[in-house]
């Protein structure tokens, strides 16, 4: 069964990177420039892993962390990853407490994106 990670972050530019880069590793994405847009999404398709802005615009009143604690509601099981620009180690820790299981950092390093997606869907 083919697996599918959503793709959440404001920043359009940072949802194509990883949507090529799923791509090449022959992973199927699903993608979402804002919280509402992506808890509509994650209802509606079966979605095995999610990469998650942690500072999401709250345009729509759906910030990362917000958007983490609706995810965690659906009881889906799909695991979450809190992208973020920030290193400071309470947003990390406050985005473990509301159910992700893992982060990484802005600039996207290719090798630790690798290894995360290989971590949580292995292939």
Not at 10 to 39: H, Y
Not at 48 to 64: A, K
Not at 100 to 112: F, R
């Amino acid at each position: 069964m083919e697996k599918t990670i959503l793709l959440v972050d404001d920043e359009e530019e940072i949802v194509s990177f990883l949507e090529r880069f799923l791509q090449r590793m022959n992973l199927a994405s699903i993608k979402a420039t804002s919280g509402r847009e992506a808890l509509k999404l994650y209802v509606e398709k079966k979605v095995d892993l999610v990469f998650l802005d942690i500072q999401l615009e709250s345009r729509d009143g759906h910030d990362g962390l917000s958007v983490l604690r609706e995810l965690r509601k659906q009881n889906s099981g799909a695991q979450v990853i809190m992208i973020t620009g920030r290193i400071e180690k309470e947003y990390q820790d406050r985005a473990r407490e509301l159910g992700a299981v893992d982060y990484i950092v802005k600039p996207l390093d290719l090798g630790d994106l690798r290894q995360k997606i290989n971590k949580y869907i292995p292939q």
